[in-house]
């Protein structure tokens, strides 16, 4: 460990003073939005202080550098002093402070990327720490940067399952890049929170979980200093500060229940008084902060399958499989591809991943949300492209790290395996019925769901070139042939895959029902009964117009199957396709009870998406 040398005296007052600083920054912009969290601020003012202002390495010039080192606001609440923070490093002019929350500022209550220095929003609490070891992650052994992490987390948020998750990942990766802050200031936003100041716990509880612990007084700078510095030389752990703090601290309401979420109000002018008060250098404090070393510049453009989906011509291939031989390809074009699995890769087919490119690949183990943050994470910055796969039920656990990282502006990869009552014996808590519904909802996202191994693969790699949260809905029966390698699949872009002149409706299915419609399709033609079928590709952005299309030369009648719920689904998007046009009947085939155990055939018998089920529905609609 490289011996601590003690800031000199002058040293030391600028912080204590920037800390004060910050803290008056906080109550006066909660002040003129009157609202905001100003006591959540100033109980972490010195460690903000020694942060930005003694420890990390930074360029002001090129805030969200890749060699920068990162900062992870968990407790997102305390946005006012982050902001106070870049502020007085000279990043913009601290007037700017006083238009927080206002509709025309990127100054939101919560930190999001709209503004140049932050990296993901948080507020929803408890996901930091996952985000902050994806980061360390990739900055150790994907970059193999020496960039540091810091993270500070809410004593409150830390009641939070996912901040266990994540200080588990921490651990068992070595990430000695990670340093994550509890910041202990006793009181939650209702009541004091479970531990209050018994910090002997939450050191205990760091501790037990292989993080080198330090237990600070969290307003002494001077013990901050020490131990981020000693931090910065431990080697193969990450470390956690155990910070105890007093919320409001600096104010007249210092250590006070019921100031949470508030401006100070009357209390302000008290509260500014005896702030300032302390303050020895009010002028320009003159920091510059050191400078970050330089980590490789990468390119994760236009990334392509190494080679094209070439598969025998009567083969049956579950498009989970091949999702794992699509993601090896772009593994191959570029060694910027990450993969990441919830100890599921044997069953998604990301093993296929991993054994090409074990340093490339991160077992996340049964701890989902941590997945999706550990992702997102890698994202981060643009220095990887990530994949992240389960079991598509397991991935509604994280649904709010998922929304919050269409927030962050992340672009981001789930692949989701094993869905609907096709994958049989397994039982509803396996099939992801209600997926497709989730992700339609992300702002922006882009849901993809191959019918083929050839789709499969062009979606994987589409993805990987597509902004925002991408979804991949993959299968596990093994399902024919439909394309080759010449097929022009595009997102947004639909394909009918079987049409005749005197078609009476279009049906429209996805991988199993779509094969289940054109099986239904080959009996009722030898019955003189010809139906259209069409498989979306996506199920958003849907091909409105393809459909419409079709639809019109089938007698305005078309029917949807889908093995998932019928609510949110693809029934549902179809609807929405086509509600402009007012001139078609939509007639949904799907899940519309919780399923059971049992053969995948016979699943799709009993919940009505069959090839039979399909061909009884054809007959109603088209005599009608």
Same mark, same amino acid.
């Given at each position: 460990?490289?011996?601590?040398?003690?800031?000199?005296?002058?040293?030391?007052?600028?912080?204590?003073?920037?800390?004060?600083?910050?803290?008056?920054?906080?109550?006066?912009?909660?002040?003129?939005?009157?609202?905001?969290?100003?006591?959540?601020?100033?109980?972490?003012?010195?460690?903000?202080?020694?942060?930005?202002?003694?420890?990390?390495?930074y360029?002001?010039?090129?805030?969200r550098?890749?060699?920068?080192?990162?900062?992870?606001?968990?407790?997102?609440?305390?946005?006012?002093?982050?902001?106070?923070? =870049?502020?007085?490093?000279?990043?913009?002019?601290?007037?700017?402070?006083l238009?927080?929350?206002?509709?025309?500022?990127?100054?939101?209550?919560h930190?999001?990327?709209?503004?140049?220095?932050?990296?993901?929003?948080?507020?929803?609490?408890?996901?930091g720490?996952?985000?902050?070891?994806?980061?360390?992650?990739?900055?150790?052994?994907?970059?193999?940067?020496?960039?540091?992490?810091?993270?500070?987390?809410?004593?409150?948020?830390?009641?939070?399952?996912?901040? =266990?998750?994540?200080?588990?990942?921490?651990?068992?990766?070595?990430?000695?890049?990670?340093?994550?802050?509890?910041?202990?200031?006793?009181?939650?936003?209702?009541?004091?929170?479970?531990?209050?100041?018994?910090?002997?716990?939450?050191?205990?509880?760091?501790? !037990?979980?292989? =993080?080198?612990?330090?237990v600070?007084?969290g307003?002494?700078?001077?013990?901050?200093?020490?131990?981020?510095?000693?931090?910065?030389?431990?080697?193969?752990?990450?470390?956690?500060?155990?910070?105890?703090?007093?919320?409001?601290?600096?104010?007249?309401?210092?250590?006070?229940?019921?100031?949470?979420?508030?401006?100070?109000?009357?209390?302000?002018?008290?509260?500014?008084?005896?702030?300032?008060?302390?303050?020895?250098?009010?002028?320009?404090?003159?920091?510059?902060?050191?400078?970050?070393?330089?980590?490789?510049?990468?390119?994760?453009?236009?990334?392509?399958?190494?080679?094209?989906?070439?598969?025998?011509?009567?083969?049956?291939?579950?498009?989970?499989?091949?999702?794992?031989?699509?993601?090896?390809k772009?593994?191959?074009?570029?060694d910027?591809?990450?993969?990441m699995?919830?100890?599921?890769?044997? !069953?998604?087919?990301?093993?296929?991943?991993?054994?090409?490119?074990?340093?490339?690949?991160?077992?996340?183990?049964?701890?989902?949300?941590?997945?999706v943050?550990?992702?997102?994470?890698?994202?981060?910055?643009?220095?990887?492209?990530?994949?992240?796969?389960?079991?598509?039920?397991?991935?509604?656990?994280?649904?709010?790290?998922?929304?919050?990282?269409?927030?962050?502006?992340?672009?981001?990869?789930?692949?989701?395996?094993?869905?609907?009552?096709?994958?049989?014996?397994?039982?509803?808590?396996?099939?992801?019925?209600?997926?497709?519904?989730?992700?339609?909802?992300?702002?922006?996202?882009?849901?993809?769901?191959?019918?083929?191994?050839?789709?499969?693969?062009?979606a994987?790699?589409?993805?990987?070139?597509?902004?925002?949260?991408?979804?991949?809905?993959?299968?596990?029966?093994?399902?024919?042939?439909?394309?080759?390698?010449?097929?022009?699949?595009?997102?947004?872009?639909?394909?009918?895959?079987?049409?005749?002149?005197?078609?009476?409706?279009?049906?429209?299915?996805?991988?199993?029902?779509?094969?289940?419609?054109?099986?239904?399709?080959?009996?009722?033609?030898?019955?003189?009964?010809?139906?259209?079928?069409?498989?979306?590709?996506?199920?958003?952005?849907?091909?409105?117009?393809?459909?419409?299309?079709?639809?019109?030369?089938?007698?305005?009648?078309?029917i949807?199957?889908?093995?998932?719920?019928? =609510?949110?689904?693809?029934?549902?998007?179809?609807?929405?396709?086509?509600?402009?046009?007012?001139?078609?009947?939509?007639?949904?085939?799907?899940?519309?009870?919780?399923?059971?155990?049992?053969?995948?055939?016979?699943?799709?018998?009993?919940?009505?998406?069959?090839?039979?089920?399909?061909?009884?529905?054809?007959?109603?609609?088209?005599?009608?």
């Amino acid at each position: 460990m490289s011996q601590y040398h003690r800031p000199d005296a002058g040293a030391l007052q600028t912080l204590k003073d920037i800390a004060n600083k910050l803290r008056i920054h906080s109550i006066n912009s909660t002040d003129a939005s009157n609202s905001g969290h100003p006591t959540s601020c100033m109980s972490m003012a010195e460690i903000i202080s020694v942060l930005f202002f003694n420890t990390m390495r930074y360029s002001i010039k090129e805030p969200r550098g890749p060699s920068n080192d990162r900062f992870v606001l968990s407790k997102g609440h305390a946005a006012p002093i982050l902001y106070a923070a =870049w502020a007085e490093a000279g990043l913009f002019p601290t007037e700017d402070l006083l238009n927080l929350r206002k509709l025309n500022s990127d100054l939101e209550g919560h930190p999001t990327p709209r503004l140049n220095f932050i990296d993901v929003a948080t507020g929803s609490l408890g996901q930091g720490l996952s985000v902050a070891v994806g980061m360390a992650y990739t900055g150790k052994y994907f970059d193999q940067a020496d960039y540091r992490v810091y993270c500070v987390i809410g004593d409150g948020e830390s009641a939070e399952g996912s901040i =266990w998750e994540a200080m588990a990942f921490g651990s068992h990766y070595k990430l000695d890049n990670m340093v994550a802050i509890f910041d202990v200031n006793r009181l939650g936003q209702s009541e004091e929170t479970s531990l209050q100041h018994q910090i002997d716990v939450y050191k205990a509880r760091a501790e !037990s979980f292989g =993080w080198n612990t330090y237990v600070v007084d969290g307003h002494s700078v001077e013990d901050l200093c020490k131990a981020f510095h000693e931090a910065s030389s431990v080697k193969g752990k990450p470390t956690c500060i155990v910070a105890k703090t007093y919320k409001g601290q600096g104010g007249s309401v210092a250590d006070q229940l019921n100031w949470h979420g508030k401006p100070l109000g009357k209390e302000s002018e008290a509260s500014r008084n005896a702030i300032a008060s302390k303050i020895v250098n009010k002028g320009p404090h003159g920091f510059q902060p050191p400078t970050p070393t330089t980590v490789p510049e990468v390119n994760i453009s236009n990334i392509t399958l190494s080679s094209p989906p070439v598969y025998e011509k009567n083969a049956k291939v579950a498009t989970r499989h091949a999702y794992g031989t699509a993601l090896v390809k772009l593994g191959k074009s570029n060694d910027r591809v990450v993969a990441m699995d919830g100890d599921t890769k044997n !069953s998604t087919f990301a093993i296929d991943f991993k054994n090409a490119f074990p340093n490339r690949f991160i077992e996340c183990f049964i701890a989902e949300q941590n997945l999706v943050g550990v992702g997102i994470g890698c994202g981060c910055r643009n220095r990887t492209v990530p994949f992240i796969s389960t079991f598509a039920c397991f991935l509604t656990r994280a649904f709010d790290q998922i929304r919050m990282g269409a927030i962050s502006q992340t672009n981001a990869n789930f692949v989701g395996s094993h869905c609907g009552v096709s994958i049989g014996e397994d039982g509803p808590s396996q099939m992801a019925l209600e997926d497709i519904a989730m992700f339609r909802s992300i702002p922006g996202s882009t849901v993809f769901y191959p019918s083929d191994a050839v789709s499969c693969e062009r979606a994987i790699e589409m993805a990987a070139n597509t902004k925002g949260v991408c979804f991949i809905r993959t299968s596990r029966p093994p399902t024919s042939l439909l394309y080759d390698e010449h097929t022009d699949l595009q997102i947004g872009k639909a394909q009918v895959v079987r049409q005749s002149d005197n078609d009476c409706v279009t049906v429209i299915g996805c991988c199993v029902t779509l094969h289940q419609a054109l099986k239904a399709a080959d009996i009722l033609a030898s019955d003189g009964l010809n139906i259209r079928v069409i498989d979306p590709f996506t199920i958003k952005p849907m091909d409105k117009a393809t459909i419409a299309e079709n639809a019109r030369a089938t007698g305005g009648r078309i029917i949807t199957v889908e093995d998932h719920y019928a =609510w949110g689904g693809l029934g549902d998007a179809v609807c929405a396709a086509v509600s402009e046009y007012g001139e078609f009947a939509v007639h949904k085939m799907a899940v519309t009870e919780i399923p059971r155990s049992g053969p995948s055939d016979a699943l799709l018998e009993k919940y009505g998406i069959s090839a039979s089920c399909i061909i009884k529905k054809v007959k109603e609609v088209c005599k009608a």
